[in-house]
């Protein structure tokens, strides 16, 4: 005779790609051991990474409902913020003031993009697409003659960057503008956190694309001389844009670390508080991406479902990298293996036309990309995410 065991009692805070994995996941390797609730402020999540090519053409992110996700896997939705966790008596407050219990709590709250180049236009996603299309109207009229597009320093996805410059400068081809397109970042190679094939190639693709790539460059601030680089030159430039850097969103009766960010443990579990995860961009991990954020939630699934007694396979400590760089003139998706500090693994970053994974796209998470592509098939869309 089997002993009836109580399941766990599982709140998710968070409604982006690390929460909607982190659901997936649980029922997946926990079964009906957990109970699962998810907070969410919002009813539907956009993605982020086709927010740069909506800006260029008539094709909107994606976005996905919520409430379809937690009847999928059978958890309660409430719509609501987390404000504050009292994690001695495993208790968190709500934003409408309702507070909840909980056995174990995942936080996957993500991070807030703020401008850190003074004078430039920040593109965080698409809550700027209004301000960048205007700028991508300028360049269309042929009203910029120099255009640069800035990472500042402390930025933890660059990619963006590089997606505007090349999309940018497919504009100007294909209009037969004059603008010159300069990209201008701190990095030491061209999207060096995936490692040496991959920044090689995407140097030559720039090149190509007559892209000037400033490397090792950290920009200060736009005034009228341009834009002013650290050690006192500048560059001359109608136009200045640039990708924001994340701070982290600090939550009453947790401890926060550097900028804001939640330092964890190898399985997630928050440093110094028990029964608390965390996954995603709020972690104090060095880069911060979806597909990453997807793989942090799934790890935090596992260690969680082992402790409601099921046994799925411990996560791997390596990481994948995978994402489609948008603005090439085909199809490129990159790929590289990260450490546990989030360097490179020689020998482990590839680039290629079609991609490794399923469902392509620009972020692969094991349990959020085949629900989103089933979603996507569903709506009459392609089965790719992003
Ligand atoms: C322009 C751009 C392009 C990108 N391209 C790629 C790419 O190609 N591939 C890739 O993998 N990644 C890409 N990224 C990065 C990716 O979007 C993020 O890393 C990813 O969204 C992080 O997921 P997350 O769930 O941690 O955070 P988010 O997606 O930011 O989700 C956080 C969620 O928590 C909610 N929340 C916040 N506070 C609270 C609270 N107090 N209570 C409850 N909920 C709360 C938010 O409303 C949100 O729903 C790109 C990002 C940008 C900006």
Same mark, same amino acid.
């Given at each position: 005779m089997h002993a009836f065991i109580d399941p766990l009692r599982v709140v998710v805070a968070g409604g982006g790609v690390a929460a909607a994995e982190a659901v997936l996941a649980l029922r997946a390797h926990a079964g009906e051991r957990v109970e699962i609730e998810l907070v969410a402020p919002q009813p539907r999540f956009a993605l982020r990474p086709g927010s740069t090519v909506a800006l260029f053409g008539d094709v909107a992110a994606q976005s996905f409902d919520l409430a379809a996700l937690a009847a999928h896997v059978g958890a309660t939705l409430w719509e609501d913020h987390l404000e504050a966790v009292a994690p001695a008596a495993h208790r968190i407050r709500l934003a409408s003031g309702v507070r909840r219990g909980y056995d174990v709590l995942v936080l996957a709250l993500g991070a807030r993009a703020r401008a850190a180049l003074p004078g430039a236009l920040t593109?965080?996603?698409?809550?700027?697409a209004a301000q960048l299309r205007r700028a991508v109207e300028e360049l269309r009229r042929g009203q910029l003659r120099r255009l640069a597009v800035s990472v500042p320093p @402390? +930025? =933890?996805?660059?990619?963006p960057a590089y997606e505007l410059a090349l999309l940018a400068a497919a504009e100007v081809q294909r209009l037969g503008l004059a603008t010159a397109v300069t990209l201008v970042t701190?990095?030491?190679?061209?999207?060096?956190?995936?490692?040496d094939p991959v920044s090689a190639h995407v140097s030559a693709l720039l090149a190509h694309k007559s892209v000037d790539l400033l490397l090792e460059t950290a920009p200060r601030r736009v005034d009228r001389g341009g834009l002013r680089l650290d050690g006192g030159s500048s560059l001359p430039a109608d136009r200045v844009i640039a990708v924001p850097a994340l701070v982290g969103q600090p939550i009453a009766g947790l401890p926060a670390g550097s900028c804001g960010f939640v330092q964890t443990r190898a399985d997630g579990l928050?440093? @110094? +508080? =028990?029964d608390v995860y965390a996954a995603g961009d709020?972690?104090?991990?060095?880069v911060k991406q979806g597909g990453l954020a997807a793989q942090q939630a799934d790890a935090v699934a596992v260690a969680i479902a082992r402790r409601a007694g099921a046994d799925p396979p411990l996560a791997p400590s390596t990481i994948q990298l995978r994402t489609q760089l948008f603005g090439a003139p085909t199809p490129l998706f990159l790929e590289a293996t990260l450490d546990a500090r989030g360097h490179p693994l020689e020998g482990r970053s590839q680039h290629s036309s079609?991609?490794?994974?399923?469902?392509?796209?620009?972020l692969f998470g094991r349990h959020v990309t085949p629900w989103m592509a089933e979603q996507a098939i569903a709506a009459g869309g392609a089965p790719s995410v992003g």
């Open positions: 593109f965080r996603d698409q809550r700027d @402390g +930025v =933890a996805w660059t990619l701190p990095e030491g190679s061209a999207l060096d956190v995936f490692g928050v440093d @110094g +508080v =028990a709020m972690t104090s991990f060095p079609s991609a490794p994974w399923w469902p392509s796209g620009t």
